[in-house]
């Protein structure tokens, strides 16, 4: 796992859309999506099971497994109609509001790009990634 303990600096979102529309399979490509994860005051438990103890995210701590995001990436790459996909993930101690990551997929027609896109974000989080909630 990578660790850190200050967060990085996020991407240009505007840098990537440039980037990806440079690239020689840009022309294919009639869609891109963008997921932007944020660290949330709400508890995981209070959002995903309705657990509400009155507690609050304080802060986080987030690392990542670089094989295996490289990994991830290059499935989602495979899937049909997908022509760019970039990951950003941040590492260390986050608080909220701070970015997470940031995912961008293209590809040629929506249903493809949306599938390719919750793909790699639940892959991402379910694989890859360590979230340690602060909670307080």
């Known amino acids: 796992m990578s660790s850190g303990k200050i967060k990085k600096q996020p991407p240009s979102i505007d840098e990537w859309l440039k980037e990806a529309k440079a690239d020689p399979a840009?022309?294919?490509?009639?869609?891109?999506l963008i997921h932007n994860g944020v660290v949330r005051r709400t508890?995981?438990?209070?959002?995903?099971?309705?657990?509400?103890?009155?507690?609050?995210?304080?802060?986080?701590?987030?690392?990542?497994?670089?094989?295996?995001?490289?990994?991830?990436?290059?499935?989602?790459?495979?899937?049909?109609?997908?022509?760019?996909?970039?990951?950003?993930?941040?590492?260390?101690?986050?608080?909220?509001?701070?970015?997470?990551?940031?995912?961008l997929v293209g590809g040629d027609i929506r249903p493809h790009v949306i599938d390719a896109l919750q793909f790699l974000v639940g892959k991402l989080k379910s694989e890859c990634v360590t979230e340690m909630e602060q909670i307080g």
Request: charged fraction near 25%; charge should be negative.
């Open 26 to 32: 840009a022309l294919q490509q009639g869609m891109f």
């Open 43 to 103: 508890p995981k438990a209070k959002v995903r099971q309705g657990i509400d103890d009155g507690s609050t995210v304080k802060g986080m701590e987030f690392a990542y497994d670089a094989a295996k995001v490289e990994a991830a990436v290059a499935e989602a790459y495979k899937m049909d109609g997908i022509f760019h996909v970039k990951v950003w993930l941040n590492e260390g101690h986050l608080e909220p509001g701070d970015d997470i990551m940031y995912v």
